[in-house]
């Protein structure tokens, strides 16, 4: 599913940057580029990064 529209990025694609290192809402976003444009998806990208730590 998409999260972040402005950038076409995918809840998968969060999952997998987290898993891959992206340890925090801040890295995630610079190693994707989400939250960077209109900033809509930052809640549900927060809830994701915060789930998949969570899960780990
Ligand atoms: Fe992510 Fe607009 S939906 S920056």
């Known amino acids: ?7 076409g990025i995918t809840d ?5 940057a987290v898993c891959g290192g992206a ?4 890295k995630v976003r610079q190693q994707l580029g ?3 444009q209109c ?3 930052a809640m549900m990208t927060r809830d994701i990064v915060e ?6």
């Open 1 to 7: 599913m998409y999260v972040c529209i402005c950038k």
């Open 23 to 26: 340890s925090n809402l801040k």
């Open 12 to 16: 998968t694609q969060i999952r997998e």
């Open 39 to 41: 900033g809509k998806c």
């Open 51 to 56: 789930q998949t730590l969570a899960d780990k």
């Open 34 to 36: 989400a939250m960077t």
